[in-house]
């Protein structure tokens, strides 16, 4: 989007017609195409045009760029417990950083559900001052509807509408309005910013006190997606327009689109975060859910935080205790109780109906299974390789009349709600010790046992498996993910007219709903966020993106590495969690933070080939690319990633200290296999006029061949903090 060339946004809207209707014959034809006029924050509008229409406007003097519209995806009781966020720690980062007091968070996402008690503005403090948003209004929501904890809410639906036509409300269940009629924004913003409320559960698992990351912050919230799924990029424009000009601190966006990535300034998360950075505006993003595989991250821009999931230290275990006697532990969210009573258990293969392909019968896939065969047995299924969802084959195997699942799949801790028969989770070990008991028994049974919850009993943090992967296809320069917070089996707000799952038949009636996605990590960062700015309002969005990368954990509570969820699970890396695990007590007090402006991202934006137009669409000015510039090494992030290591590479850092005025730090080098790594000077001294201090890293191949990437880190170390920040190098042949 472009600078705005008027401060009146009146005026900015007014010109926005006048270069409709030159193109389109008259003012009226100009409104009647216009969606959006983006006057407050940046300049340019959305409107309904044909592609000739569209390339006239391209052709106008002035005009950046024409960007067709997008469809864009949608993407807590203990885990504020989990990674040491205790109210009861007076010098913690939830005490230090007031709760959130007088920080907006701006949300973009489904919309809200209002009446929920995580909602509540009884303890809330006075809406800032400086807050210019509104609470608009729309079907079943009214002024009323926002309070002291809501102090904003709009929503978008013009490019949606204009995309699809009138949303057909006899499909989906829907509010012309901020009410959320899906539950995903109300989730996430209760993640970020829920107060807390008392004795909560999901059907009886996972009891405890609810809250969000910045339990005093406030919420504004900023409908964009809808009920089928979809979310149009000239609305979350228009979104991030408004909520720049509302006045809030942090955005959370937890939506984004699997790859091919689109060019940044064909991006409008990209675009619009780009113009909240210049702002101050810190913006996080979910990192995807395309994981385990590499090259899937999204939200891939370097001023974005963003952001992978992670499991947490509670699990859901469910006995199975077959006819033998043998007893194997599996997970499920069901509770109902089944007694001493066993039931028949089949293998799913052994029942496929007639025109069924074994392959689908081993899923249980819908209409696969001899229904007479199915009827009122426990069904074993196995995940394939197109790695279908326990719900599917739960769903095949209630169409067929049977009673219950026990579901063989890759191992992870994700589990997924059934709510019409009982669905138990194991992995293939258990699957085949299951199967060899059925090919072995002349009347194979089983008994499954409620679901518990349980605390502690389990290895945590590990990446989760859906988790999307770097580097990044886009700018594999840039390392991401960021970081990593916790986004697996999330207990947080809902809303009652969605049901829990997305199962057919799922009548559920929930206040609170376990969800699992980098949609659910993204706003526990957000809220980390949102404590970090009321503590340090002075710091800009990278000051605070390297305060949470380089003071993140690589091990998990047991002193062990981090592991990742994948096929087979491996040590995690920088491409699965960036500088690691989320530690919001150390990011409190970092001792050296990465700074950058946003002037310092126009190189990397150059070293990208992108013309003044392409350009002046992210920054909203007309840039000049200078030469011999070397970006991928200048640009000063809490990370370095080299994508083709050929030979002798240097890059450069620039810290500043922000612990104790005098202070020395000593580097320590955790050199990728196959790299030598020097650093110059080894040791940092700062004092009260030596505030910043820029150092080098050299890179040299030991091996001349094509190779894979490695992982390293720098550390700078003084008596009190560690500094990390992540290395990704691959070797190439020259």
């Known amino acids: 989007m472009g600078q705005k060339q008027y401060q009146d946004p009146k005026l900015n809207e007014q010109m926005h017609h006048e270069v409709l209707a030159s193109v389109l014959g008259s003012k009226e034809a100009a409104l009647d195409s216009i969606l959006y006029s983006y006057k407050n924050s940046f300049s340019g509008f959305a409107a309904k045009l044909s592609d000739s229409q569209a390339k006239a406007i391209a052709d106008l003097p002035g005009v950046a760029y024409v960007m067709p519209n997008k469809i864009i995806n949608m993407h807590t009781t203990h885990s504020w417990e989990f990674v040491r966020l205790n109210p009861s720690s007076p010098n913690g980062l939830l005490s230090r950083g007031r709760m959130g007091e007088d920080i907006v968070v701006g949300v973009i996402d489904t919309g809200i559900w209002p009446e929920s008690q995580s909602f509540n503005d009884s303890h809330m403090g006075p809406i800032p001052s400086r807050w210019k948003g509104i609470c608009q209004e729309g079907e079943l929501f009214n002024s009323s509807n926002c309070n002291r904890k809501i102090i904003g809410a709009r929503w978008y639906i013009r490019a949606y509408e204009a995309e699809f036509g009138p949303l ?44 969000g990351g910045a339990p005093q912050a406030h919420i504004a919230m900023y409908k964009v997606c809808w009920s089928t799924g979809d979310c149009s990029s000239a609305d979350i424009l228009a979104a991030f327009d408004d909520a720049i000009y509302d006045g809030v601190d942090v955005i959370s966006v937890s939506l984004g689109s699997p790859p091919p990535l689109d060019a940044y300034f064909q991006d409008p998360i990209a675009v619009g975060s780009f113009h909240a950075l210049e702002k101050g505006i810190v913006v996080v993003c979910s990192a995807g859910n395309s994981g385990p595989f590499s090259e899937t991250v999204i939200n891939t821009a370097p001023w974005l935080i963003t952001v992978a999931a992670s499991t947490i230290d509670r699990s859901f275990p469910t006995a199975i205790t077959l006819g033998n006697n043998q007893t194997f532990k599996g997970q499920s969210f069901y509770t109902k109780q089944h007694g001493v009573k066993f039931y028949r258990l089949v293998y799913a293969e052994d029942i496929a109906s007639t025109d069924a392909a074994a392959s689908r019968a081993r899923t249980c896939e819908a209409g696969s299974l001899n229904a ?29 009349k049977g009673i219950g699942v026990v579901y063989a799949q890759i191992p992870t801790k994700t589990i997924i709600s059934s709510p019409l028969i009982p669905c138990v989770q194991v992995d293939f070990e258990v699957g085949t010790s299951i199967l060899s008991y059925i090919r072995t028994s002349r009347y194979p049974v089983l008994r499954i046992a409620a679901a518990e919850t349980v ?43 969605s049901p829990p799952s997305d199962m057919p038949r799922d009548r559920r009636v929930v206040n609170f709903n376990m969800a699992s996605g980098t949609s659910m990590s993204c706003p526990h960062v957000s809220g980390l966020v949102s404590l970090l700015r009321a503590l340090h309002p002075s710091w800009s969005p990278a000051a605070i993106r390297s305060a949470l990368v380089t003071t993140a954990s690589v091990i998990d509570d047991y002193a062990l590495r981090i592991v990742a969820e994948a096929a087979p699970h491996k040590l995690a890396d920088p491409f699965d969690y960036g500088g690691g695990h989320v530690n919001p007590n150390r990011a409190a007090d970092p001792g050296l933070i990465y700074d950058m402006e946003s002037a310092d991202y126009i190189p990397f934006l150059c070293s990208m080939g992108y013309n003044k137009s392409s350009m002046r669409l992210i920054t909203g000015k007309p840039n000049e690319c200078r030469k011999g510039s070397n970006p991928a090494s200048d640009l000063n992030l809490p990370s370095i990633s080299i994508s083709n290591l050929m030979g002798k590479f240097i890059a450069s850092r620039t810290v500043t200290n922000v612990g104790p005025e005098c202070s020395v730090y000593k580097v320590k080098v955790e050199s990728p296999p196959g790299v030598k790594v020097k650093v110059m000077p080894k040791v940092l001294s700062f004092n009260s006029t030596i505030k910043k201090l820029s150092f080098k890293i050299i890179f040299k191949p030991a091996f001349n061949l094509e190779g894979r990437y490695s992982f390293g880190a720098l550390v700078w170390r003084d008596h009190k903090h560690i500094v990390r920040i992540p290395i990704a190098v691959r070797i190439v042949d020259a």
């Open 372 to 400: 007479t065969l199915a009827k009122g047995k426990f069904i074993l299924c196995f995940q394939t390789r197109t790695q279908r969802p326990s719900s599917d084959a739960a769903l095949g195997v209630y169409s067929a």
């Open 455 to 497: 605390l502690g009993k389990t290895l945590a943090p590990e990446i989760a498996y859906f988790s999307s992967r770097g580097p990044s296809s886009l700018s594999p320069s840039i390392l991401k993910p960021d970081i990593a917070a916790p986004g697996v089996n999330i207990l947080a707000a809902w809303t009652p007219v």
């Open 168 to 211: 057909n409300r006899s499909e989906v269940k829907e509010f012309l309005s901020p009410r959320d009629a899906l539950g995903h924004g109300t989730h996430t913003s209760s993640t970020a910013a829920g107060l807390f409320v008392d004795n909560v559960s999901f059907i009886g698992l996972a009891p405890g006190s609810a809250r």
